[in-house]
C-alpha cells in the first residue's frame, strides 16, 4: 500500500506538490512511500505538513490512523486509475462517474467460473494461450498506451460492487 500517496490525495495534493511546494525529492518521497509511517523522517513528515498546511502532529496523527485502517486509494478519473496501477496498489476504489468506464472495461473479462473451467478442462494451457492472443491483439490494436495499459492492469483485479456510487478493485491473488 503506497500510504503517502492515499494521505495526500485525500488532502487534495500529489508527491509532486510535496516536491514542488518543498524541495524534498521526489526520489526521497517515492521511498518513503513505500515504507511505514514509523520511518518516515522528521523532515518528510515537515514538508507533508507543509504542502497540506497542517501542524506536524495532526499529519503524523492522520497517518498513523490512515496506516491502522485499511487505506483504498480512491479513483476518480484515468490518471488516478493510471497512478494506483504504477503503485501497484492493493485495494482500489473507483468513486462516483468513473464507475461506468470501469464497468465496461470489467465486461470484457471472463468470469471466475468460466476461467477456472476453462483452466481446468485444458490443463492450464488455456490461459498460456489466451494470453498470447491477448497480448498480440492488444498490440495491433488502435487505442492509445492508456487504454492499453488499463485494460491490461485491470485484468490482474476483481471487481466488487460497494455500494451504488462505489467499486473496489483488488489483486486477485489476495484471495488465495
Same mark, same amino acid.
Given at each position: ?68 485502517? +485499511?487505506? &483504498? ?7 488516478? %486509475?493510471? !497512478?494506483?496501477?504504477? /503503485? $501497484? ?35 492450464? +494451457?488455456? &490461459? ?7 497480448? %498480440?491483439? !492488444?498490440?495491433?490494436? /488502435? $487505442? ?33
Amino acid at each position: 500500500m503506497s500510504l503517502l500517496d492515499v494521505y495526500l490525495q485525500k488532502n487534495g495534493k500529489k508527491r509532486y506538490d510535496v516536491f514542488k511546494q518543498t524541495g524534498i525529492s521526489q526520489q526521497m518521497l517515492a521511498a518513503v512511500n513505500k515504507k511505514n509511517v514509523s520511518s518516515y523522517s522528521v523532515k518528510t513528515i515537515q514538508a507533508i505538513a507543509e504542502t497540506v498546511e497542517k501542524s506536524e502532529g495532526t499529519v503524523l496523527d492522520e497517518l498513523l490512523q490512515l496506516e491502522k485502517n +485499511t487505506a &483504498y486509494f480512491e479513483v476518480y478519473n484515468t490518471e488516478d %486509475l493510471l !497512478l494506483a496501477f504504477a /503503485n $501497484k496498489e492493493s485495494h482500489i476504489l473507483i468513486k462516483e462517474d468513473y464507475k461506468k468506464e470501469i464497468e465496461e472495461l470489467a465486461k470484457t473479462q471472463l468470469s471466475e467460473t468460466e476461467t477456472l473451467g476453462l483452466e481446468l478442462g485444458s490443463s492450464g +494451457t488455456i &490461459y498460456i494461450l489466451g494470453e498470447i492472443f491477448y497480448q %498480440l491483439a !492488444l498490440k495491433l490494436s /488502435n $487505442k492509445n498506451t492508456d487504454q492499453k495499459k488499463l485494460e491490461n492492469d485491470i485484468r490482474k483485479y476483481k471487481l466488487m460492487k460497494l455500494n451504488e456510487k462505489e467499486y473496489l478493485l483488488y489483486y486477485k491473488h489476495l484471495d488465495y
